[in-house]
Nanobody, 116 residues
Framework: QVQLVESGGGLVQPGGSLRLSCAAS????????IGWYRQAPGKERELVAS????????TYADSVKGRFTISRDNGANTVYLQMNNLKPDDTATYYC?????????WGQGTQVTVSS
């Protein structure tokens, strides 16, 4: 069955960096575009970055453009999110998932807290 395991979150000061990882299993990883999503308390989950199934193209939400970089390693079934110049508004639980997935599955996410 589908498994997505996010890791790499933590507490970081404003201006700091983190690298998130998403290890996938249970499906044909290279057949799917993958997105990084985040959900802050009291807010809806939002898509912050996505990557083509072969890594050919990437997209970013305006709020993270120029600061976050998404990448993938299809040989390792892993997607990464490099986050630089973090801001308090980036505080959220971060999730990865297949773009367009309809099965309702989400991993446990990884918490990112940006605070001084």
């Amino acid at each position: 069955q589908v498994q997505l395991v996010e890791s790499g979150g933590g507490l970081v000061q404003p201006g700091g960096s983190l690298r998130l990882s998403c290890a996938a299993s249970g499906f044909a990883f290279s057949n799917y575009a993958i997105g990084w999503y985040r959900q802050a308390p009291g807010k809806e989950r939002e898509l912050v970055a996505s990557i083509h199934r072969l890594g050919i193209t990437t997209t970013y939400a305006d709020s993270v453009k120029g600061r976050f970089t998404i990448s993938r390693d299809n040989g390792a079934n892993t997607v990464y999110l490099q986050m630089n110049n973090l801001k308090p508004d980036d505080t959220a639980t971060y999730y990865c998932n297949r773009i367009g997935a309809r099965d309702g599955y989400w991993g446990q996410g990884t918490q990112v807290t940006v605070s001084s």
